[in-house]
């Protein structure tokens, strides 16, 4: 509405003052780059710290050795990402200008609010399913609603981006299950991307003006389940095909919202087919993650007395996954770089 107010204003100057008149909106410049907000929502793929720091689980392991032991950025030591480095929502804050994610929201009281945004992501979330810890897609919308409305955050949401990226790893954890009929999945896509359709709506209706929404990535590849094929096929493909057939139909039909299709580039820099220096990068290790557990049962980072239960690859950036689920800094790179073009055209 703001946008459409702006431009007829603009046409009328424009006519009665015979094009001499010229119109840009606040914060627009012939050379500066625009300052965009982003707000962050999601799971393990967006999470920046907001998982809180406790003994050391398959829930807590962001904070603890192996991850982010090459993550330059900050001191190459964890800090609550789930990757060896920078994770996804990093690398789209380049894309704006920035350096890193904004602030996790965890860490609101700690270091105050960030004029640039906030990350509400958390680990282990699901878009439908959630905890106390890891709050569910539309309980993280509703503590962003609540921030605004208090004025905690800035109720002026000019030029604002949200991104909402999940794994499907909480949401569709029992895929692999025999027992999981098509009838099942169905269901579970339409119960998830409701919710994500939900989300955004909340989202613009605030007046955040543009949306980043991940599509699902084909999860049969991740380590967690092409692990039983030894890393060598997919397996399960039915529910990202349904899941992202809802998206396409109740989502990015929507002006204001962005498809980042991470379906198309993980299969695109994992398939040992692409012809790009990215895809080449990841050809002889395209499925198997660098941080590889001993039993499946396990997870990266776990110690066994004394003992780690996991091994880890000696060249990280040769692989596009990290540990089952998540990619390694040079995969979230690579998947970044080949959005990048199509992000910038649609701000």
């Known amino acids: 509405m703001k946008r459409l107010l702006f431009a007829a204003v603009c046409a009328l100057l424009v006519l009665f003052n015979a094009g001499r008149v010229e119109c840009r909106r606040h914060g627009d410049s012939g050379d500066s780059a625009r300052q965009y907000k982003l707000f962050v929502f999601g799971d393990d793929y967006a999470d920046?710290?907001?998982?809180?720091?406790?003994?050391?689980?398959?829930?807590?392991?962001?904070?603890?050795?192996?991850?982010?032991?090459?993550?330059?950025?900050?001191?190459?030591?964890?800090?609550?990402?789930?990757?060896?480095?920078?994770?996804?929502?990093?690398?789209?804050?380049?894309?704006?200008?920035?350096e890193e994610s904004p602030p996790a929201e965890s860490k609101r009281d700690q270091d105050g609010v960030d004029p640039f945004g906030m990350n509400f992501a958390v680990g282990g979330a699901g878009v439908v399913v959630g905890t106390r810890e890891a709050p569910k897609?539309?309980?993280?919308?509703?503590?962003?609603?609540?921030?605004?409305?208090?004025?905690?955050?800035?109720?002026?949401?000019?030029?604002?981006?949200?991104?909402v990226a999940f794994s499907g790893r909480r949401d569709y954890a029992r895929v692999n299950d025999d027992m999981t009929s098509a009838e099942m999945i169905n269901?579970?896509?339409?119960?998830?991307?409701?919710?994500?359709?939900?989300?955004v709506e909340h989202l613009t209706g605030l007046g955040v003006e543009k949306v980043l929404v991940t599509t699902l990535p084909p999860i049969g590849c991740t380590p967690w389940l092409s692990r039983s094929s030894d890393y060598s096929s997919c397996d399960g493909q039915m529910v990202a095909s349904v899941h992202n057939a809802y998206l396409e139909e109740k989502v990015f039909k929507d002006a204001a919202v962005l498809n980042l299709d991470l379906?198309?580039?993980?299969?695109?820099?994992?398939?040992?087919?692409?012809?790009?220096?990215?895809?080449?990068?990841?050809?002889?290790?395209?499925?198997?993650?660098?941080?590889?557990?001993?039993?499946?049962?396990?997870?990266?980072?776990?110690?066994?007395?004394?003992?780690?239960?996991?091994?880890?690859?000696?060249?990280?950036?040769?692989?596009?996954?990290?540990?089952?689920?998540?990619?390694?800094?040079?995969?979230?790179?690579?998947?970044?770089?080949?959005?990048?073009?199509?992000?910038?055209?649609?701000?």
């Open 48 to 98: 920046t710290g907001n998982y809180p720091l406790a003994d050391l689980s398959k829930t807590t392991r962001a904070w603890y050795y192996p991850y982010g032991s090459n993550d330059k950025d900050h001191g190459m030591s964890a800090s609550g990402r789930f990757s060896n480095g920078l994770v996804l929502p990093d690398f789209i804050a380049r894309i704006l200008g920035r």
């Open 187 to 199: 269901a579970m896509a339409q119960d998830v991307t409701d919710a994500i359709a939900d989300a």
């Open 263 to 347: 379906n198309t580039m993980f299969r695109r820099l994992t398939s040992g087919s692409g012809s790009s220096q990215s895809s080449k990068r990841f050809n002889k290790h395209r499925l198997e993650p660098c941080c590889e557990v001993f039993d499946r049962t396990d997870y990266c980072g776990r110690m066994d007395d004394g003992a780690a239960a996991y091994s880890l690859c000696s060249a990280p950036d040769k692989y596009f996954y990290w540990d089952e689920i998540n990619p390694t800094h040079a995969g979230w790179k690579a998947v970044v770089n080949e959005l990048e073009e199509s992000i910038k055209n649609f701000l």
């Open 137 to 163: 897609l539309g309980t993280q919308v509703d503590k962003f609603k609540r921030l605004v409305r208090h004025g905690i955050i800035d109720k002026d949401l000019t030029d604002s981006v949200a991104l």
